[in-house]
Structure formats: structure tokens, C-alpha cells
């Protein structure tokens, strides 16, 4: 089901689990219809709406393999992983609207140099960009069916379990994104995570702002569909009222967010007036939560509880979380995933006692189902298992966060312990920042990024440490910043920003 921004007081729009498997299967005969074949590497860069999901689930029927990139990067971040999985195609959009304002997607795959496109329109009257040659319309695209006999029914193509279903990108600590591979037991990891730890089941109603290009796009498909839950899909910004009226015409009953929506919320109280009945629980994930903000959220719904949920795109869902069937405490985790195990490194990388509370680097027991066995651009040995030490003759698996085991036997996230940071619930490099940072301004000589987590708790903040050319000049500290801001929202994210 599903609203479009500005439409607060239309019908809620929604599709059959019939009509959806009618609408995938058309899209996955087009594909074949276009020349896609078995094992073909195909991109997905656009909003999470409705035509996004159906493509997704096509380009897998079909035998293919999403090529997850998220619709707020710049050009450069785009070519990137166009090239690191070799995408023969590609899916995106013309804009995207975000209320009065109309931003380009298209463009920035054309700049990306993208391969061949099939453009879908943002609005209803038809396509705002001149398309390349060799590119084409979603009608256009769609009436490949047409010499079809049942262009409603298609065969999946078989695969195996170890194939590639999806390519994912995590950032990784030399600037480079790490090319992800899921598997086709992946998605059974994500649905299994939303049954045993969010109590998703049947007649459930889903709701989690993201996008495909972040894990939590697909892991929100597969944690609903496979547990014949639907999902609710919210065509814009999730911060103001008309996403919380969303909510509550929708009757979603479990909602995920990012901490950064909550305090949003909390500092505007859009949600004022809403009512969510419905909700059984919440779901965080992301970033580091705020203990005032998710009490007020709590109090939102009658206090339902929040479940902490935390992982890794590499592992297809989450190591560590909270339980419906356990008591919760705020910003805190109550139990580790099923079917992982937690060690917590000393500061010699040596394993600590698990029936103690520590605080240290967070390392897995290797044997995670669904999660990753190999990267596409670096050594998957070297990311995550040289130099850990061997617990009961398993090497442990390198995660990267430092976690604490409190005395009730509860976990607490203090953040990355590598050169990386959580930005919004995106992850990102202090390398990457770094390097557009270092060539934003003529004076500076060098920079350095830093998440730095706020007083009380909550989402890190991105703080900017810099050396000047000639330190006697005197420089406006604020104009620096617009200066970072501008450089890293244009090259990187416009959803980053320099706090101090």
C-alpha cells in the first residue's frame, strides 16, 4: 500500500499479493524481452515506491541481480558502483519530488555514465528529461510484452542458493565501497530476523523510510513478504505530518526509522494529533538512539516498545536486537540475533568472558546464515577475518562497532571502532569526507572527520578538524563550513552535514 506527498487525504492506494505477482512477472517478461539474461547485473536507482518494488523482485525472478544504489548520490558515487558490478542496465527515475522542489536523477545517471536506462516518469503526465539513445520509457519498456502470450505469468529462472541476488555497497575504511554480494539465503536471514525478534506475521502492515540502495530497502521486502505481511509505502519526506497521517490511515502496525527521524519529529511534533493505534511495536535502526527522544516516541503510541536493531549490510540483517518476548530498556539491545553469537574483544584482541559485563570491540561467531562469503572489489579473508583471534577452533568474524554487555545482560552500540561513522543512518568513511574536504578550499591543507555522538546520546555528529596553509590567515570558521557542507552534499550526500 501506498501514498503519494501532498495527497494526505486521498484513498490509501494498494495492490494485491495477485496483482503483484502479475505486475512482477510483466516486468521480468520486458526484461528478457530487452535482452537481460541469467546472471546479468541490474541497477535500481530511484525512491522506494511501488515500481521500485516490483522491479526489484523482477529483476530476481528473471534470474538477474540487483545493483542496490541509493537516489541521493552524487554522480560520482553512482559511476562507481556502476562499474564495480558491471550493471548491464539500468533502473531510475526522471526527478525526484521532495514537496515544491524537483531534484534530478536521470541527469546523475547520465553523468554517471550509466549503461542503458528505463526511466520512469515522477509524475503522471509522462517523462521531464530528453532521454540518451538507446534509452527508453517505462511504457516503452512494458510494451516488450507485448508478443508475449501470458505476459502476467513467468517460469523463475532456477538458481542456486550461493548465486548473487543482490549487490550492496557498505563503506569501507580506504574510501572505497565495499561491493556486497547477497545471496538467495539472504533474504531468508532478513525475514527470519522480522519474525523472531519484530513479531511480523500475517495481516501485519509495515512501514520503514528508506530506500533499495541501503540494506534495510530489501531487508523491509523480504521481512514482509515472506511473512505475508504488507509493506506501506510513503512517496516522500518522511519528517513531516503528512508521512505521520500516512501512518495512521494506513494502520501500519510495526514502524522502523532512523533515531534522526525521531528527534525530527520531536523537535516539530508533526505527529500531533495522529493517531497510531494500530502500532505494536517500533524498530530502530541506524545510528546511536537518544533515551528523551524514544520515550517521547513511545508515548506517541500508548508506549509501545522500541526494538534496537542493529547489524550489517554484509550480514543480511541484524547480530545484535531487541525481543517482543523479552522486557527492553531504552537505547539498549536485550538480546543477540538468532542464530549469532556475540564475543567481545579485550584491548589485545582477545576474547573476554561471556557471562561479564565488557565493553569492547564487537566480534561474531562466523557462522551467521545468509550472511556474506565473498566482495566483489577486495579480499572478503582480509575485511573480516585477518588477524581475529579463534574461538572454539572458529576464526571470529570482524564487525567493527564497539559494544558493551551492561550487568543486567543487556548491550549497548558505542559506535565504530575502524575509520568510519554513522551519518543518518548511513554509513560512511572518514577517508571519503576527508578527500572532498581537503580540496573544498584553497587555504586548507588537510582535514580530518570525525563522528562525535552528543551529550546525552543520540546520531553522531560530523565533526571537521582542519589544518590551514598559512595558520596566521585569518578565515571565517562558518564560511568553512558552508564551504564543507556545499562540497560534501554536491560529491557525496546531500543528506550529510558538518555539525561543528
Known sequence: MWRNEGQDDSPI???????????????????????????????INMPMDVHAVIIYLAVILAGCAVVSIADSFAPSEIASRLKISKAEGIFTQDVILRGQRTHPLYNRVVEANGPRAIVL????????????????????????????????????VAMNIDDTSNILFSSGTTGDPKAIPWTHATPIKAAADAWAHHDIRH??????????GWMMGPWLIYAALL?????????????????????????????????????????TQVVHGC????????????????????????????????????????????FVTGSMLQPQTLSAFSTPAMGCKIVILDDRGQPLPSDLPATGECALDPSIFGSSTRLLNASHYNVYYKGMPQVQGKILRRHGDEIERTVGGYYRAHGRVDDTMNLGGIKVSSVEIERVCNAAHEDVLETAAVGVPPAGGGPEQLLI?????????????????????????AKLNPLFKVAL
Not at 228 to 250: E, H, M, T
Not at 465 to 489: G, H
Request: hydrophobic share 40%.
Open 13 to 43: 492506494s494498494c495492490l494485491t499479493m495477485a496483482e503483484l505477482r502479475e505486475r512482477v512477472c510483466r516486468v521480468a517478461n520486458a526484461l528478457e524481452g530487452a535482452g537481460f539474461r541469467k546472471g546479468d547485473a541490474i541497477a
Open 121 to 156: 516518469p515522477a509524475r503522471d503526465d509522462g517523462i521531464q528529461v530528453v532521454l540518451r539513445e538507446g534509452d527508453m520509457t517505462w511504457d516503452k519498456f512494458l510494451e516488450l510484452t507485448s508478443t508475449v502470450d501470458r505476459p502476467d505469468d513467468f517460469n523463475a
Open 203 to 212: 495481516r501485519d502492515v509495515v512501514a520503514w523510510p528508506t530506500n533499495l
Open 227 to 267: 511473512n505475508r505481511a504488507s509493506i506501506a509505502l510513503y512517496n516522500g519526506a518522511p519528517l513531516g505530518y503528512g508521512f505521520a497521517k500516512f501512518v495512521q490511515d494506513a494502520k501500519v502496525t510495526m514502524l522502523g526509522l532512523v533515531p534522526s527521524i525521531a528527534k525530527a519529529w520531536r523537535n
Open 275 to 318: 493517531d497510531w493505534f494500530h502500532l505494536r511495536c517500533f524498530s530502530s535502526s541506524g545510528e546511536a538512539s537518544n533515551v528523551d527522544d524514544y520515550l517521547w516516541l513511545m508515548s506517541q503510541a500508548k508506549y509501545k516498545p522500541i526494538i534496537e536493531y542493529c547489524g550489517g549490510t554484509e550480514i543480511g540483517g541484524g
Open 465 to 489: 578538524v582542519l589544518v590551514l596553509k598559512d595558520s596566521r590567515k585569518a578565515i571565517s570558521l562558518e564560511d568553512l563550513k558552508k564551504v564543507f557542507n556545499a562540497a560534501i552534499q
